[in-house]
Every structure is written in C-alpha cells, then in structure tokens.
C-alpha cells in the first residue's frame, strides 16, 4: 500500500517527500550497498519530490557509470540515487526516511549485486512471469 513519507540527509540540507510501499524495501550485497547499509525503496519519478537541496547533491559514479551515487556533500549521506538497475526511477534509502524505526525495516526482497548481469536478468524474468 503507497504511504507518504518524509526522507532528509543528516544534516537536514535536502529534504524529500516520497510515496512508497515500504514492502518492496530489498536489500543489495554489491560493493557500494554493502558498504553504505543502503536499504531500498525503488520509486517512479511522480512518487518523489525533492523538497530541497538539489544543490547540495554531489554525485559519486563507477563501473559502468549508470548509476548515480549522489549524497549529501555535507553530512555525507546517501538519501536517495538512481540505480542502475531502474535508471528511469530513484531508489530511495529507507534508512533517511524520517522518524522510522530501524527494527521495523526487514527487507524481504534481495537484489544479488555482487552478481549484477544474472540477478538483473533473474529479476526482469521475475517481472514478465
Ligand atoms: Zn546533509
């Protein structure tokens, strides 16, 4: 079920608004994600709005460059970006979703990002079927 939400970096310098479906949160074990504890809520662009901020972005890319990392280039944190996997949407970290309870964020989706190709090509078979 779609619930608003409102999401911000640490320091409160970009602030969004999303609406989402917490249960499709899923959780990647690529390199970045693993490292930045990133927990995802993959929204299309109308179920987002950047309050503020957009400024204060900065991007970080690699590999094949399609996604971008972006973060706050002040405090550092990695409130929402575009993944490579959905680069028409922006997966929103569920962890900067404001007042959330981190006990109550059990992802029950996996993305297998350390093995990009298959699991991308397992999760477009999953979509068709
Ligand atoms: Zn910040």
Redesign the pocket.
Known sequence: MLESYQGS??????QFRIRADLSTMLECNCSVCTKKGILHVIVPPEQFELVRGER?LTTYQFNTNTAQHTF?R??G?HPFYVPRSDPDKISVNARCLDGIDPAELRPRHFFDGSNWEEAQQARRRTEEA
């Open positions: 970096c640490h320091c409160g310098r970009v204060e706050c002040h405090c944190m």
